[in-house]
Every structure is written in structure tokens, then in C-alpha cells.
């Protein structure tokens, strides 16, 4: 099992100031006496990368290692891209996701875009978007200029009322949403509210789980469900 490698990022990056502006690789932080909100820039610079989950899954009880359901408990294998991307039209900091199961070659099992902006309180928000039809950029993430052209006509936002907030807790930094704040109406035509949260750990490492739960009650979905991923850096 290969070991986690660690971020090639600086510690520093993930270090509460009592005030001031802290810059790292060119990319500032905006800090406060709390909750230090970290740049849009910075956020795209620490969570680029290639992931797997791989140590997660193999230490995960058997009665997990089950084809995904809505309702049941399960934990599945993911190999993970997180690149930036050139993608005017939908921002200035942009990710691609590129999720693939059970190895770096296996079947695309989520595509997403990420854009990371501050709100007019300087609070950093990330939008998040499904492609309508992804096909055409599979494989594109380190293509150069694969998305200068990418247009919002090709995806599916959220809103803004679902854009996740990310600041500084400890040493790590975290960007969630709650159902509380967040429902959209899906392509299935099925409102549900949406649950979102995005760990980067001080070592590099990342954790995610989103889920959506529809107005009776029931959950449309939920990745995963059990725990979150967690996912650690590969070569």
C-alpha cells in the first residue's frame, strides 16, 4: 500500500494569524481574529493534486465493500484528479474533478467544475457545477486549453444559495453547505436539499461526502454514506 505523500504546499498555509495578510506562493489570505478566510487562489493552488482512497477502502469492514445503494451503507474505491483549469466564462480559479472506480483508468464516476470566489464580504465561496454532457473533456483535465472555451451552457450550477463557505478551522480548512441553506430542483425534476462539506488536511489530504435528501424524507443520493472519502495524494 503506498504511503500518503504529503502536500507540497508549506504549513504555513493552514497557520491562524491573530490579523494581517499571510501570502503564500503569491496567494494571500484575508485573516481575522477567528475564522482566517483563505484566498480563491490559494484554495485552487492546495487542492490540485491526483487521489485515491485506496488505504481508506482496504481498511474498511467487508460488509462495506458493497455495490452502491441510496439507502445502504457502503464504501467504494476512487481515484481522483483535482486540476485547474483555464476556464474563463466560469472563473478566475476553476477545478476540474475527474473521479474514476477502482483505478486511474476505470469507469468516470463523477465529473465536476469548481470555481472559487470571494463574496462581497470577502468571504471565499465555491460554486459548484455537474456537466450536462462531460464526455467531450474526459481525459482533458492537463490538456492545455481543453476548457478556455467551456461555457455555463454546458453545466448545471447549484446557485449561489449553494455555494459552500470555506475558512480556516484549526489546521485544517473546510467548506460546507447544509440542506438548511441549500435545495435545488434536480434534473430528474425532484427538489431535495443538499449537504456539502470539503476537508483539506494539513498533510494533504482530503475529505469529501455531499448528499441530497428529497422533501419526504428519503435521500436521491449520498456520496458515500457511511464516512466520508478520504482521500490521500498519490505520485
Not at 171 to 182: D, L, N, T, Y
Request: glycine letters at 10%.
Amino acid at each position: 500500500m503506498r504511503s500518503p505523500m504529503r502536500a507540497s504546499f508549506p504549513s504555513v498555509f493552514f497557520t491562524t494569524f491573530a490579523a494581517g495578510t499571510a501570502v503564500l506562493s503569491g496567494c494571500a489570505w484575508r485573516t481575522g481574529t477567528s475564522a482566517p478566510n483563505v484566498s480563491p487562489a490559494a484554495l485552487v493552488a492546495g487542492l490540485g493534486g491526483t487521489y485515491t482512497n485506496a488505504p481508506q477502502y482496504e481498511a474498511a469492514p467487508t460488509a462495506l465493500k458493497v455495490a452502491p445503494s441510496v439507502q445502504g451503507e457502503w464504501l467504494d474505491l476512487q481515484h481522483a484528479q483535482f486540476v485547474r483549469v483555464d476556464a474563463p466564462a466560469i472563473g478566475a480559479n476553476v477545478l476540474y474533478l475527474e473521479w474514476r472506480s477502482g483505478s486511474q483508468t476505470g469507469q468516470v464516476s463523477r465529473q465536476r467544475i469548481w470555481s472559487f470566489r470571494q463574496d462581497a464580504s470577502g468571504t471565499t465561496r465555491m460554486d459548484f457545477f455537474a456537466f450536462v454532457d462531460g464526455t467531450a473533456w474526459i481525459g482533458q483535465g492537463k490538456t492545455a486549453n481543453a476548457f478556455k472555451t467551456l461555457a455555463l451552457d454546458k453545466l448545471r450550477g447549484y446557485g449561489d444559495r449553494c455555494a459552500l463557505t470555506f475558512a480556516s478551522e484549526g489546521q485544517s480548512v473546510v467548506g460546507h453547505i447544509s440542506g438548511k441553506e441549500c435545495s435545488i430542483t434536480a434534473a430528474s425534476g425532484r427538489r431535495m436539499a443538499i449537504d456539502a462539506r470539503v476537508v483539506l488536511l494539513a498533510d494533504g489530504s482530503v475529505q469529501y461526502r455531499e448528499s441530497g435528501q428529497l422533501e419526504d424524507g428519503r435521500y436521491a443520493f449520498r456520496v458515500p454514506p457511511t464516512e466520508p472519502y478520504q482521500f490521500v495524494r498519490t505520485p
